[in-house]
Every structure is written in C-alpha cells, then in structure tokens.
C-alpha cells in the first residue's frame, strides 16, 4: 500500500495548493466546484524498445548475404518506455447543541473530535458545534491516530472558535480516494482517509481564517447573514445549473442525491459556494491577487530556469521487423527481413507491410514508434542510427539478440533550447502565481497573529 499511501497524500497536497491558486485568483465557487484534478494522471508505461546493431549490405536494395548468417550483436534487454473537485469544503449551519470556545493562541494538540456542523460568533471567538447530517453525536476528544478513519463529525480545527468538522472535508476526500484509489476495500479508504484529512487541514484551517476575518470586519449595516442569503440566491440561478450540468443531474433533489453519497448535500454546496463569493470580494480588497511582473524579471527567471527550457533531439520512426525465435533458423530470419527490405523498396507501404508480416512491438500499427529521445534507447547503435538517418530513407540491416531490424525516421527535431517567446507567457503565469501565493500567505499569517487557531488533529508535514 505505500504507493498507494504516497498517491493519496501528494493529491491531497495538490488540492491545497490548487484551491489556493483559486482563490488567490479570485476563480472559487463555480470555477472552484467545476475544476478538475487531470493534470495529476499517470503517464503510460511506453512500449519495449530493443537493444540493435547495424551490419551493411548493398547499397540500392536488400539482398541475401554470400557469406552465410550475420553475426549477433551484443547481448541486451528491452527498454520499457503508464468528477470536479471543490476547492472548498461545505460549512454546516448552526441548529444548537455544544458550545466550544477556542484557544487565545495557535497551539496543536493532536487531540480532538467532535461531530455536526457549525457557525461561529463573528466577534467574540464561540462556535455552536451541534449534530452533523449523518446524525452523530458531537464531542470534543482524542482523535484518530496517524492513518486512521476519522468521523464526520470530529473537529479537526478550531479557528476563532469555529470548528472545521471532517464532515465539511468529505466531499473532497471521497473525490480523491474515487479518482486515486478506484475500487479500494473500504477498510483502505478508511484507513488512507486519515491520511487525507491530515493533508487537507491546513487548507481548510486558512479559508476559515479568511471567513472569519471576514465575518469581524463587515462594514457597518451590513450582516454576514443578509449577504449570505443574497449569495444563496445567486447560487441557485447561477452556479446550481453549471453544477447539475456538470453533474449529469436533470434536478436539484438528483443532484443532492448525487452529493449525499459523496459525503455532502446540496445545503452544504450552496452554503459553501455563497462563503467563497463573499470572501473573494473582501480578499481583493485587501490581498494583491494581480501583481505586475516586468520583462526583466521575466528574463532572469527564464535564464534561472534555463534547463528546465532544453530540449533533447527526437524522432519519430517507423520499423521492420523479424523475430529470430519465431523462424527455424537465423538464415530464414535473413532472408524474411530481405524480403520485407525489398518490398518497400519496390514501392509498398511500409505500415502495410509491418501489420502484416512484422514482429515488432508496434506492428499493430504500421510499425510506427512515436516521438523517441535521443540517448533513451538502450543500444546506442540504434540510437544512434535513428538520429543520423536521412528523413524517410530506409536503414541497413540492423541486428539485436531478439531479430533483425530494418527502420525509418518520418520526423526529426533537434536538441534545442526554446526561446524565450515561446515560454514567456508561461513563464509571466509562473511568476503571477508565485507572487499571489506570497501576497496570500502573507495575508494568512497576519491572521493568524489576531485569530487564535487550535489544530485537534496534527497536519501532515511536507
């Protein structure tokens, strides 16, 4: 399980990040509830490519050697080149029940559950913690061990009083284990959920900080709970039809059917998207979310990343080839690689001849080998014939442990480094980003000195 282990916490990882970047950018509640986390997939494993060497024949076409079998080349091995995320949680409403009151200062106890939902007093740092909507009983305690299930209701954090509830993460957490975990026993989702909710803390812990900065700096006249319903309203006329849409859901009772065994329900959402809304607002007064980068600066850190801009050569190639254990002898396997030589020469097509008589990986498919790196084969002489071959021109013989080979480049690029205008937009982005992430921990900790933070469960360390 440790792949598993270390898959699920580096995508727990790239939430916070993500859903930080989101906000930063003012791009929560639709673009936050809509995004996806496909960037993370696994690349393919590539197909086997094998060690070869090179023997000339004739110069105009492929012929039988006079003087017997060719010799084999040195032994070798193939090479063997594998739903929507919110980027916040939904907070629960108050419906009565225990009163806790948070710490005067940031300290982590490890300790720590509880269950239901809640909404803290603005001002004076208490939260009404009551009964989350799986119903269990809400308690302050010793919380899950490393690895362990947690409960809905736990109190993970208290922020300004306010509880964050493992119920207000398990929409996020399902969709992780779902997308990185398919088909888990429920016995490992329960005990990698810890894990999950470990990693996802800190995330939660800093938008409620933002939420209750916000709630205790309205302007005069205004109530959270008066903007919060004109939010709600817009939630539903704008956002719950994108959602649906997305969803596949035909109405609001499918769609929160659809929620509800992710853990959430449609109050939540809408609760938690009107928050998003409302804190995006107040943070673009108060936070830089469009710094300005020069050209200069862009130019230094094109110049500081300049090998992350190199380009190795590469081709695409195409390829012939016979098998020495599917022919009786290697002079029948000589003699077939000629025959296949002579028939694209003379005018055939070297797919159809690959699909139909070739042995090699790719013969399925026209003995087509897509774009291949140079130097990341393991016979060098291959390697080094797949890069010095005229484009289109068929190459000699080439013998390996396994067959005789007979191969072509269709395209070529060579080793380069890509010039600045072609990355400076990526780069401008880069740069955008990396001061919003400043600017936005920044603000973070300036909170954190005047909102106490209490951590009930230890986050998990980078």
């Known amino acids: 399980m440790a792949g598993a282990f270390l898959s699920v916490i580096q995508m727990a990882e790239y939430c916070l990040g993500h859903g930080r970047r989101l906000l930063q950018q003012g791009r929560v509640g639709v673009m936050a509830s809509l995004c996806c986390l496909g960037c993370l997939a696994n690349p393919a494993v590539a197909e086997a490519v094998q060690e070869l060497k090179p023997r000339p024949t004739s110069d105009s076409y492929f012929v039988q050697p006079k003087?017997?079998?060719?010799?084999?080349?040195?032994n070798s091995t193939p090479e063997k080149s594998a739903g929507s995320v919110p980027d916040a949680a939904p907070s629960s409403q108050p419906e009565g029940g225990l009163s806790t009151t948070g710490a005067g200062s940031e300290r982590k106890t490890g300790e720590g559950n509880s269950a239901g939902s809640a909404e803290g007093d603005s001002g004076a740092g208490k939260a009404t913690v009551t009964k989350p909507e799986s119903g269990a009983a809400a308690t302050?305690?010793?919380s899950a061990a490393a690895g362990e299930a947690f409960q809905p209701g736990q109190v993970v954090a208290l922020v300004g009083g306010e509880p964050i509830f493992v119920a207000d993460m398990l929409l996020e957490i399902n969709q992780i284990l779902d997308k990185y975990m398919p088909g888990a026993p429920p016995e490992v989702r329960q005990r990698e959920?810890?894990?999950?909710?470990?990693a996802l803390v800190n995330k939660y812990v800093e938008q409620r900080l933002m939420a209750v900065d916000t709630k205790r700096n309205l302007p005069d006249k205004v109530t959270w709970e008066g903007i919060t319903q004109q939010a709600e309203k817009d939630f539903d006329k704008k956002a719950l039809p994108l959602l649906m849409e997305k969803s596949g859901a035909k109405t609001p009772a499918e769609y929160d059917a659809n929620l509800r065994v992710m853990g959430s329900s449609l109050r939540k959402m809408r609760q938690s998207w009107s928050e998003e809304q409302i804190i995006r607002y107040f943070i673009s007064q108060k936070v830089q979310t469009e710094p300005t980068v020069t050209r200069d600066e862009m130019l230094a850190e094109y110049e500081a990343q300049r090998a992350e801009y190199h380009r190795l050569a590469r081709c695409r190639w195409e390829e012939l080839m016979i098998r020495f254990d599917k022919c009786a002898t290697r002079e029948e396997a000589q003699a077939q690689i000629v025959e296949l030589g002579n028939q694209v020469v003379y005018g055939a097509s070297l797919a159809a001849?690959?699909?139909?008589?070739?042995?090699?990986f790719t013969a399925h498919r026209g003995g087509s080998y897509e774009w291949t790196t140079k130097g990341s084969l393991v016979n060098k002489a291959v390697d080094a014939a797949i890069f010095e071959l005229p484009l289109n021109e068929l190459s000699e013989i080439i013998e390996s442990d396994l067959g005789l080979h007979i191969v072509r480049v269709v395209e070529r690029e060579d080793d380069r480094y890509v010039p600045f205008v072609e990355v400076q937009t990526e780069i401008k982005e880069a740069l955008i980003n990396k001061k919003r992430e400043a600017n936005f921990q920044e603000h973070v900790a300036k909170l954190r000195d005047v909102i106490p933070v209490e951590y009930l469960v230890e986050p998990l360390k980078k």
């Open 67 to 74: 003087n017997g079998a060719p010799k084999i080349g040195p």
């Open 140 to 142: 302050v305690g010793t």
């Open 193 to 198: 959920q810890g894990n999950v909710v470990r």
């Open 353 to 360: 001849v690959a699909e139909k008589s070739s042995h090699g």
